[in-house]
């Protein structure tokens, strides 16, 4: 029979060991190719330099998602940068690697290099729901919503996005026609997009200036239109008088700070 533990009698605890730190799946997959080496098997070693190539993917990809939004004028490090220096810190782990294991992770690396310093493919459903998410996070301010997406575009992990820059582009005309009227905001648009036709817009924040589009010119020019549709017919006739306008013009500096 068992005795009743006495609520005197002293507690053993035993130190429970230290889990091992686990692989990352990038570990997982190098530690598959190193074991497959040996067998030396074409398709199979093809797949798993595929494997290498995604882990490290994902691996750059995260460090890159979890960096916070820069100020306007923090232009460095660039995202080449960037995969440059978590690709160095990939490889300072695997230098005991063979050689051929080394080429992938940089082949990995550099694959990666090139596809995030790639503007996406431009997407008018994309573009649509930055700017509806935008507004509803904003109660319908339009310069607030601006800023929202302005600030996205600040964040490395969005640098390359095309449908956030049309999206920004869009509320900020849309802004500066709320600020002015729709003429200023027409001068203001077509001289910012001659610029950037010509390659001539400076950078206006820490991302790289997006390129020129005609998605992104209707988005413009569908801004001022959106907003100057919210006014009645007598907001729209003081704000478009002859005297206004030239007021206007004399104060407008069109700087769109999303680039």
């Known amino acids: ?12 605890f035993h130190q429970r060991p230290e889990p091992p730190d686990s692989e990352s799946p990038l570990d997982i997959a190098v530690d598959k190719y190193n074991s ?19 882990a490290v993917k994902q691996e ?17 490090p660039t995202i080449d940068q960037l995969v440059d220096t978590y690709g160095q810190s990939i490889m300072s782990v695997h230098d005991m690697d063979p050689a051929v294991t080394k080429e992938v992770i940089q082949s990995g690396i550099d694959d990666y290099k090139k596809q995030a310093t790639t503007w996406t493919p431009e997407d008018r459903s994309k573009v649509d729901a930055y700017i509806k998410d935008a507004m509803t996070r904003n109660g319908g301010d339009i310069e607030k919503s601006f800023e929202d997406l302005r600030n996205m575009r600040w964040t490395p992990a969005y640098f390359y996005d095309s449908n956030l820059a049309i999206a920004a582009d869009y509320l900020r005309a849309r802004w500066e026609t709320q600020k002015y009227n729709n003429i200023t905001a027409q001068v203001e648009v077509s001289t910012y997009l001659d610029q950037k036709k010509q390659g001539q817009t400076p950078q206006n924040g820490p991302g790289p200036v997006s390129q ?37 013009l004399a104060m407008a500096a069109f700087e769109n700070d999303a680039s």
């Open 1 to 12: 029979m068992v005795s009743a533990i006495s609520a005197n009698a002293p507690m053993i």
């Open 36 to 54: 497959d080496l040996k067998a030396g098997d074409p398709c199979v070693l093809w797949n798993d330099a595929q494997a290498i190539r995604a």
């Open 60 to 76: 750059i990809g995260d460090d890159i998602a979890s960096l916070p939004q820069r100020h306007k004028t923090e232009l460095q």
């Open 212 to 248: 020129y589009s005609k998605l992104q010119e209707e988005y413009m020019y569908k801004g001022i239109n959106d907003q100057w549709n919210t006014l009645n017919w007598f907001e729209q006739m003081f704000a478009d008088s002859p005297d206004q306008t030239e007021a206007d």
